[in-house]
């Protein structure tokens, strides 16, 4: 019975919304209780999030971030005597779908313990999605990537790229590009050379 209830909230059903350039963003549908059993796991460690995902990553425990993000990088890059300075954008295509869940796993287990119990369950293992096309009902396997729409899947999402951005900066000591990100969006502001440096890094890295 156990094995029946655990497969029932794994599954989740798919809709596809369309994005304003045109492609398509999958948001998972998941049950409620599965939800709500993320929301208080997320809550109970909502001091740490911040120390462990560092100040390039806004999206997850800050409130306000979308509006920081856009008007912090604006007036930096407007700032008196900063004209010389781009303002890139990154956004990973379909990022949560290819994220790796071994990688984010092993980033839960060394900083969020208590998540790994949800981690084990709903990601560790494939899982089946739900879509509708027409008046017929289809059905996919995943193993690997995690729903938006699940409360856990920013978190999750987040520990899995933040090395990735330490991983530039530990490279580039003497980089003055100002990362900062907002789940899978991810903006910079800096010398044009440092700003090619670090897309190209996202390229060859990411």
């Known amino acids: 019975l156990l094995s029946e209830i655990t497969s029932v909230f794994r599954t989740v059903s798919v809709i596809a919304l ?6 398509v963003r999958p948001i998972g549908l998941v049950p409620n209780f599965r939800k709500l059993a993320g929301s208080i796991v997320i809550s109970a460690n909502s001091d740490n999030i911040g120390n ?19 008007f912090g990088m604006r007036s930096l890059r407007l700032q008196e005597g900063s004209e ?33 119990p949800m981690v084990d369950t709903f990601y560790t293992t494939e899982s089946s999605t739900l879509f509708r096309c027409g008046d017929e009902v289809h059905s996919l396997s995943c193993n690997e990537g995690f729903f938006q729409g699940d409360t856990i899947s920013g ?52």
């Open 84 to 116: 010389e300075l781009d303002l890139i954008t990154a956004d990973a295509t379909n990022g949560y779908g290819n994220c790796s869940r071994s990688a984010a796993r092993e980033m839960a287990s060394l900083y969020f313990p208590t998540l790994l």
């Open 155 to 206: 978190l999750l999402y987040c520990l899995s790229i933040a090395p990735l951005i330490q991983l530039y900066k530990n490279r580039n000591p003497g980089d003055s590009l100002v990362i900062k990100a907002y789940l899978d969006d991810i903006t910079g502001v800096g010398p044009t050379k440092d700003g090619s440096a670090f897309l190209q890094h996202l390229r060859v890295e990411g």
């Open 18 to 23: 369309e994005k304003s350039n045109g492609k």
């Open 52 to 70: 462990i995902l560092g100040q390039e990553q806004l999206g997850i425990g800050v409130k306000g971030a979308a509006d920081i993000l856009a």
